[in-house]
Nanobody, 123 residues
Framework: VQLAESGGGLVQPGDSLRLSCRASGGSVSRGAVGWFRQVPGKEREFVSAVKGGSIYYSDSVKGRFTISKDSAKNTVSLQMNNLKPEDTATYFC???????????????????WGQGTQVTVSS
């Protein structure tokens, strides 16, 4: 499975961005699909994922970010509202056909990763 992210950029605090991820060579409907983010020098941080009919968010983005999956288009999107400077990071789309619910926030559980897209929130 190949994952290709798009939609990153430079925005001001309070602005919105929408990240998209297109999968090829496999289906986003298998297992879990979602987003992690990483700041240089820090570990990859879980952002959000969807597995079956269940959606998961980190506490830091809950209420501001919304994940959605389009199985027909084989895409997953992340709508990010009310962005904060601490949201600045490289965002990675991930897919894990065999991810179990208890491992949904574990980056090691995801086999496929995109190249990442940079999101910078700064005034």
């Amino acid at each position: 499975v190949q994952l290709a992210e798009s939609g990153g950029g430079l925005v001001q605090p309070g602005d919105s961005l929408r990240l998209s991820c297109r999968a090829s060579g496999g289906s986003v409907s298998r297992g879990a699909v979602g987003w992690f983010r990483q700041v240089p020098g820090k570990e990859r941080e879980f952002v959000s994922a969807v597995k079956g009919g269940s959606i998961y968010y980190s506490d830091s983005v809950k209420g501001r970010f919304t994940i959605s999956k389009d199985s027909a288009k084989n895409t997953v999107s992340l709508q990010m509202n009310n962005l904060k400077p601490e949201d600045t990071a490289t965002y990675f789309c991930v897919s894990g056909p065999t991810v179990i619910t208890s491992e949904i926030r574990n980056p090691g559980a995801y086999y496929y990763w995109g190249q990442g897209t940079q999101v910078t929130v700064s005034s």
